[in-house]
């Protein structure tokens, strides 16, 4: 079994994020997990979507995960890298067809869906029989 740590930029102090990153890696750490909110879905403690490219662009050495916590996943995918991720998470319940999100998104990158403590793994069985990973909250 392959082990992989990852680090959260949401746990870096945002005024020092480059430097948190260039340590993270300094360190070991081969991937990223990069939040972003929309304050609709829930309050934007995260990301932007600028802030993302950024750090893409500075940091190619390492795989970028994108969690998206925003309302409409399809209108965020124009907004991120997508051929330089090398995954994108989303909730399925903000998407009217979740199906066609994670079909999107496999074009470029591996497709993600989040589930939240309080769902019941059983009503996204069909969808994880097509997407490639699942990020349990």
Do not use: W
């Amino acid at each position: 079994m392959i082990h992989e740590l990852s680090a959260s930029a949401l746990a870096a102090n945002p005024l020092r994020l480059e430097h948190a990153i260039s340590s993270a890696i300094r360190q070991g750490i081969r991937s990223l997990h990069l939040d972003v909110m929309d304050s609709h879905y829930v309050d934007n403690l995260a990301l932007s979507f600028d802030q993302v490219n950024m750090i893409v662009e500075r940091f190619p050495e390492v795989h970028h995960d994108v969690h998206l916590m925003v309302t409409n996943p399809e209108t965020a995918l124009k907004h991120l890298p997508l051929k330089k991720l090398r995954m994108i998470s989303f909730h399925t319940s903000t998407s009217e067809q979740p199906a066609a999100v994670i079909k999107t998104i496999q074009k470029y990158c591996q497709a993600s869906i989040a589930i939240n403590p309080n769902e019941e793994l059983d009503n996204f069985l069909p969808l994880l029989k097509i997407a490639n990973h699942c990020l349990i909250m």
